[in-house]
C-alpha cells in the first residue's frame, strides 16, 4: 500500500497571505489528523476529521480550518498567515477504531512564513 | 503542560552502548506508539502497545507499555550510528479524543562511531 502523501513539500509565504496543504491518507483509511510541529512546542494536535466530519479539534485559532472530502483525502488552511506560523505541518491517516488505531504520518509540509 | 513527559531530552552516546528513553504521564493511555523522526520527515511508526504489561521487540529495540498504561520505555541495545533520529514517543486515550495523539517532548538520540 502507498503511504500517506502530503503536498506540496515545502512553501514559502508572506505574512498576512493564506495556504492550502493537502493530504492524501493511505487506501481505506477514514481518518486524518492533523499537526503542527515546531521546535519550541513539538507536534501539537490541529484537528482530526472521520468521514467527513470534524471529530476534534485543538487548541489552535479559528485561521486554522480544515475538510475531508469523500474519498477521505484531506486539506487544511490557514488564513492571515503569521511569521509563529512557520513549522512543518504533518498530516497522518488511521484506519482503525475504537481509540487504539495507530496513525502513520505523511512526509509533511514545511512552511516559512516572511 | 505535557500530557507525556519523556526523557531525556538529549542523549549523545558512543556506538555499542546501551539506552533507554522513557515516557510518563498521569493518564491512562487506550494506547502507546513509539515513532523516530529524521530531520525535515514525518514520523515513523516503530511500534504500537496496547496491553498492560505488554514487551515487543524489534531487533536491537524494546518496548515496554507500564501494566497501568500510564508509561512506556524504549530501550536500545548495542546502539548503532543508524539509530541516531529523534525518538517520539505518543499516546492515544481514546473516548471523546479518538483521533488525537498527545505527544511527548522527543529525546534526540545521537549515536558516534
Known amino acids: 500500500k502507498a503511504g500517506v502523501t502530503q503536498t506540496p513539500r515545502y512553501l514559502i509565504k508572506t505574512r498576512g497571505q493564506q495556504v492550502t496543504l493537502s493530504c492524501s491518507p493511505i487506501?481505506?483509511?477514514?481518518?486524518v489528523s492533523w499537526y503542527q510541529q515546531t521546535p519550541g512546542q513539538g507536534l501539537q494536535f490541529l484537528f482530526e476529521y472521520f468521514s467527513e466530519t470534524q471529530r476534534n479539534k485543538g487548541n489552535f485559532p479559528g485561521r486554522f480550518s480544515g475538510r475531508q472530502f469523500s474519498n477521505s483525502r484531506s486539506e487544511m488552511n490557514v488564513s492571515t498567515l503569521e511569521l509563529g506560523d512557520s513549522a512543518l505541518y504533518l498530516c497522518a491517516s488511521s484506519g482503525g477504531t475504537g481509540g487504539k488505531e495507530t496513525q502513520y504520518f505523511g512526509p509533511g509540509t514545511r512552511l516559512l512564513v516572511l | 503542560t505535557q500530557l507525556l513527559e519523556q526523557s531525556p531530552q538529549f542523549l549523545s552516546i558512543q556506538e555499542g552502548e546501551n539506552l533507554t528513553v522513557y515516557c510518563n504521564s498521569s493518564?491512562?493511555?487506550?494506547?502507546l506508539q513509539w515513532y523516530r523522526q529524521e530531520p525535515g520527515e514525518g514520523p515513523v511508526l516503530l511500534v504500537t502497545v496496547v496491553t498492560g504489561g505488554e514487551v515487543k521487540k524489534l531487533k536491537r529495540l524494546t518496548f515496554q507499555f507500564g501494566d497501568a498504561r500510564k508509561d512506556s520505555s524504549l530501550h536500545i541495545t548495542a546502539a548503532q550510528p543508524g539509530d541516531t533520529g529523534l525518538y517520539l514517543c505518543?499516546?492515544?486515550?481514546?473516548?471523546?479524543?479518538?483521533?488525537?495523539?498527545?505527544f511527548g517532548r522527543g529525546t534526540q538520540l545521537t549515536v558516534w562511531p
Open positions: 493518564s491512562v493511555f487506550s494506547s
Open positions: 505518543a499516546g492515544a486515550l481514546g473516548g471523546s479524543t479518538l483521533g488525537r495523539l498527545y
Open positions: 487506501s481505506g483509511h477514514r481518518s
